[in-house]
T-cell receptor
Framework: KAGVTQTPRYLIKTRGQQVTLSCSPI?????VSWYQQTPGQGLQFLFE???????NKGNFPGRFSGRQFSNSRSEMNVSTLELGDSALYLC?????????????FGSGTRLTVV | KNEVEQSPQNLTAQEGEFITINCSYS?????LHWLQQHPGGGIVSLFM???GKKKHGRLIATINIQEKHSSLHITASHPRDSAVYIC???????????FGTGTLLAVQP
């Protein structure tokens, strides 16, 4: 059974650019959540999608957005990149929307903004 | 004050020792998760608890809902257990994970 796949694994972007990250959940999982991990702030919740609907959003500016497709694959987009957006971005999928079946995490996308 | 507090932040142990990592939280939860993160970033979900105790191999996780406290125990620790262990709670009303700052465990041979 394939795990959660995140692409790309590494990315270098310039300030002001925009970036799109992709997350393919485990087959059958309809909930996908996104997290940002930085040395200073640790792991922080970005947003969660279930059946193509954003169910919850963390405390991040509007530059951070996402969407989910009918096959449950999700993308997150960051516009007008800032140096502080450099981080490991992780997604996790779960069977139920509240994660009561547990979460399976992807390996993450490491974004560096220069 | 963080909503999820972990202790200790850093832990060094000798191979074979019994290890305990603690997690306290201040919000209402539907579940508590223990996660393991190795260098390189990948996160593995170890346990999801809503009550009582769970065991998987040498790992044991307990939770006391009344005291809002959970512990992760590692018996007969091994150098391959070296990782960051993270406690996270599912806020029942908010449907999102809130993370502790993690415990960096180093098990020396």
């Amino acid at each position: 059974k394939a795990g959660v796949t995140q692409t790309p694994r590494y990315l270098i972007k310039t300030r002001g650019q925009q970036v799109t990250l992709s997350c393919s959940p485990i087959s059958g999982h309809r909930s996908v959540s996104w997290y940002q991990q930085t040395p200073g702030q640790g792991l922080q919740f970005l947003f969660e999608y279930f059946s193509e609907t954003q169910r919850n959003k963390g405390n991040f500016p509007g530059r951070f957005s996402g969407r989910q497709f009918s096959n449950s694959r999700s993308e997150m987009n960051v516009s007008t990149l800032e140096l502080g957006d450099s981080a490991l971005y992780l997604c996790a999928s779960s069977l139920e929307p509240l994660g009561m079946g547990g979460y399976t995490f992807g390996s993450g996308t490491r974004l560096t903004v220069v | 004050k963080n909503e999820v507090e972990q202790s200790p932040q850093n832990l060094t142990a000798q191979e074979g020792e019994f290890i305990t990592i603690n997690c306290s939280y201040s919000v209402g939860i539907s579940a508590l998760h223990w996660l393991q993160q190795h260098p390189g970033g990948g996160i593995v979900s170890l346990f999801m608890l809503s009550s009582g105790k769970k065991k998987h191999g040498r790992l044991i996780a307990t939770i006391n809902i009344q005291e809002k406290h959970s512990s992760l125990h590692i018996t007969a620790s091994h150098p391959r257990d070296s990782a960051v262990y993270i406690c996270a709670v599912d806020g029942g009303a908010t449907n999102k994970l809130i993370f502790g700052t993690g415990t960096l465990l180093a098990v020396q041979p």
